[in-house]
């Protein structure tokens, strides 16, 4: 299975920016599409966005303009800027790897597994 570990989440205020890492283990992400999702609180985990392997990317219309992801598959890293954040977008962040068909033809950043990491916690709060 696939591993990730995320990192970088924190307290900040309204219109703040913060930057996520998702560190992948045991395997290269050069080949693979990984996606950013969310859970808040009393909410279902949604997708935020997701890059494919040559570098496409989809964005949930949430973050579009606001969120940007990239990859260094030296690093073997997979990031997300976060900026002009609203008090929406709290909750848990993961990452997780996607369907490459689904994002390319549809749009779309589905998980391909069940396997979700620790997460990690963003609070947009003055």
């Known amino acids: 299975q696939l591993q990730f570990v995320e990192s970088g989440g924190g307290l900040v205020q309204p219109g703040g920016s913060l930057g996520l890492s998702c560190e992948a283990s045991?395997?290269?992400?050069?080949?693979?599409?990984i996606g950013w999702f969310r859970q808040a609180p009393g909410k279902e985990r949604e997708a935020v966005s997701c890059?494919?392997?040559?570098?496409?990317?989809v964005y949930a219309d949430s973050v579009q303009g606001r969120f940007t992801i990239s990859r260094d598959n030296v690093k073997n890293v997979v990031y997300l800027r976060l900026a002009t954040l609203v008090p929406e977008d709290t909750g848990v962040y993961y990452c997780?790897?996607?369907?490459?068909?689904?994002?390319?033809?549809?749009?779309?950043?589905?998980?391909?597994?069940?396997?979700w990491g620790q997460g990690t916690q963003v609070t947009v709060s003055s």
């Open positions: 997780e790897q996607v369907n490459p068909i689904k994002a390319i033809l549809s749009n779309k950043c589905d998980p391909v597994a069940d396997n």
């Open positions: 045991g395997f290269a992400i050069r080949d693979y599409t």
């Open positions: 890059i494919v392997s040559d570098g496409g990317t």
